[in-house]
């Protein structure tokens, strides 16, 4: 009745506490004194990942949590070791120590619950505060990189490694991006959005680069009718 109240109707609140039950972490006694709701819940996952990870958090965790921060969406396995130039054994070791703070499905992975997001990126975390703000960068660049190293043929772009990621999680990370300045940058983006037939998610990059094109050289130059007919 005590865990019912606390929870305030949040599931992953029990879920939590018999993760810490099991893990040692808590006991019976001591659920009388817990801190109920979303503050409750944050305590739990400050207790859970004092008791796992330790010293070894900032050097064999952190970088992927920042990085699953970072990401829009869920991030595919390979995808993630390439950025952080991680080999199998260090990222096979990630994921284990994080366990079932991680969800995995053939897509890619990413964190099991926003509140985890939200607490790592709070006051709340304490020591175990992370900030993603360079790992977007970092995550934008690699995507980019990809980007700009397809090849063509009759100028239509053949299919390429990560061509998927490019195309859905690319245009979410410009905005953090020195690409997000640059019209002509945009423009080649959103041209290969209209090529794989996503007009919707191309009209704001076309946008956005003629807003830049206009500003830069004037509403009569020949690069802001193009940026029109685009």
Not at 12 to 39: F, H, P, S
């Amino acid at each position: 009745n005590q865990l019912l109240l606390k929870a305030e109707g949040m599931i992953l609140y029990l879920r939590m506490v018999a993760e810490g039950l099991q893990e040692g972490i808590i006991n019976v006694d001591g659920i009388a004194t817990m801190q109920a709701g979303l503050g409750g819940l944050h305590s739990q996952y400050f207790q859970t990942f004092e008791h796992r990870f330790g010293e070894g958090f900032q050097e064999n965790v952190q970088p992927l949590l920042r990085l699953l921060l970072a990401a829009p969406s869920v991030l595919p396995v390979e995808l993630a070791g390439e950025v952080l130039q991680w080999n199998a054994e260090q990222l096979r070791r990630a994921r284990l120590a994080l366990g079932s703070y991680l969800v995995e499905t053939p897509a890619g992975m990413g964190l099991f619950h926003k509140t985890l997001g939200e607490w790592l990126q709070s006051e709340a975390s304490g020591m175990f505060f992370t900030d993603a703000s360079e790992a977007a960068l970092r995550l934008g660049e690699y995507l980019w990189t990809c980007f700009e190293a397809r090849e063509q043929e009759h100028e239509i772009t053949k299919p390429f490694r990560w061509e998927n990621v490019v195309l859905n999680l690319l245009p979410k990370l410009l905005p953090c991006m020195p690409q997000w300045s640059d019209g002509d940058a945009l423009n080649e983006l959103a041209n290969f959005q209209s090529e794989r037939v996503r007009y919707e998610e191309a009209l704001p990059i076309f946008v956005r680069a003629l807003a830049i094109r206009e500003k830069a050289l004037g509403k009569d130059h020949p690069s802001v009718a193009t940026g029109l007919n685009n």
